[in-house]
């Protein structure tokens, strides 16, 4: 059974630092391209940070580009996305997801953050 579970979001105070945990299982994430989105209220879900593949490609949208880094742990199958100099403006539900062209997409459950006083 494919499941990607998330974990390590809270709340944290601006400029903080907060490392989101995607754990995969059923599939081999070096097999897929990863990738985290986010949904802030009222808005609609945006690709934050994704790893194409084991060799260091990555994408970030410009609203985290130097504040995001996503990585993977081949051992544990698990994907990272650590955040740092974080703003209330990243305050989201943030989702991995996992893509394998002809093969399938997967969502996981979301992991809320929230960044305030």
């Known amino acids: 059974q494919v499941q990607l579970v998330e974990s390590g979001g809270g709340l944290v105070h601006p400029g903080g630092t907060m490392r989101l945990s995607c754990a995969a299982s059923?599939?081999?994430?070096?097999?897929?391209?990863m990738s985290w989105f986010r949904q802030a209220p009222g808005a609609g879900r945006e690709m934050v940070a994704r790893?194409?593949?084991?060799?260091?490609?990555?994408e970030y949208a410009d609203s985290v580009k130097g504040r995001f880094t996503i990585s993977r742990d081949r051992s544990k199958n698990t994907v990272y996305l650590q955040m740092d100099s974080l703003k209330p403006e990243d305050t989201a539900v943030y989702y991995c997801?996992?893509?394998?062209?002809?093969?399938?997409?997967?969502w996981g459950q979301g992991t809320q953050v929230t960044v305030s006083l």
């Open positions: 059923g599939f081999t994430i070096e097999l897929y391209e």
């Open positions: 997801f996992a893509r394998k062209s002809g093969v399938g997409n997967y």
């Open positions: 790893s194409i593949n084991f060799g260091g490609r990555n």
